[in-house]
């Protein structure tokens, strides 16, 4: 076969490989150009920033009645060892103060705290309905039989004084004890206080419930056992060993008052209640916040006469340094009813006495008529 017959088949050989694969980029570029027409269409994707859910503080759906307000105490009050004012005073609490409420009164105006304690109800606010009634006497009298665990007696009480642990203040000279397995109540001997509705009164009863403190009292007796009503005569001691009678005249709160034959300490008293005079203390300041108490020191030998003058008989004398308490006055205040720690009684001219509280605040008991 001649050379040029074989060449013409391999050109064309040759040329068919070209032919297809130019067609084979024109099909791929239609159908990229189609996919590209087709993805135009769709919407373009928003970017989301990714952030932490926030917390959400947890919700009752209880309904708001479910949900009672707390007990809170109105203004500041003081806490008692039994449901009423007599009882001895425990401490106070600030107003504002939540209490837990665990039982009332059985006519409703007190109630006991889970401390154990008592607050008058009108001192609270918002307490629980229902609460349980319970025997105030019973639960401070079982509190005192699991306290009354004394120490040894102290030195200064006598050997023959017996233990008692405190169930209540009665007032500034008068408590009631649990002692010996029976309860009691004892008057302090050689003493005596403002009595209820006197200038005072409230004071005198504070500083005793003040002076008793807790823990274990000491009774000691005189010559008497008791008095004509049926109460203890008492000197009542602190665990340690400060006589409480007398601590009260020391202070001012009370004067010396003799009732023999029970004097044992009866100069002691008196000159406590002298001390306390000069040293303007307790009532001998003037003041109280309800009233001081209208108590008298003599400047020199005074004689105390059964009238308001001169004219009238000599009753009494008292030497110089006597405390005496003051009961009233005329109605223009020169002349003042008086009595002495021996008891004796009279009136004394006011240019007399050292007078500490105001003579437009006593009683008037003597008038020009009279």
Known sequence: MPASQHKQPREKIEKQPRVRLGSLTVWLILVAALVVSACGDAP?????????????????????????????VSEEANLRAGPGLEYERLGSIAPGEVVTLTARSAAGDWYQLASGAWIAAFLVQDAPAGLPVVDG?????????????????????????????????VDGDTIEVLTEGITATVRYIGVDTPERGQPGYRTANEANAALLGEGALWLARDRSDRDRYGRLLRYVYRADGEMVNRALVAQGWAQPAEYPPD???????????????????????GWAPDGAAPYALTMG??????????????????????PLTVH???????????????????????????????????AVTWNAGD
């Open 44 to 72: 373009t994707p928003t970017a989301v920033a990714t952030v932490e859910p926030t917390p959400r503080p947890r919700r009752s759906y209880l309904p708001t009645e479910t949900l009672p307000a707390p007990s809170v």
């Open 137 to 169: 006497e019973a639960v401070v009298l079982a509190n005192a039989a699991a306290l009354l665990t004394p120490g040894p007696r102290p030195a200064a009480a006598p050997s023959d004084a017996i233990a008692a642990a405190l169930l209540r203040v």
């Open 263 to 285: 004097t044992a300490h009866a100069a002691e008293l008196q000159q406590a209640a002298v001390d306390a005079a000069r040293a303007g203390l307790g009532f001998w300041s």
């Open 301 to 322: 030998k005074v004689n105390l006469r059964a009238g308001p003058g001169t004219e009238f008989e000599i009753s009494a004398k008292a030497e110089n340094n006597t």
């Open 328 to 362: 009233g006055r005329t109605a223009d205040g020169q002349w003042l009813q008086m009595s002495a720690p021996d008891r004796s009684g009279g009136w004394v001219s006011v240019d007399l006495l050292a007078l500490r509280a105001p003579v437009d605040e006593i």
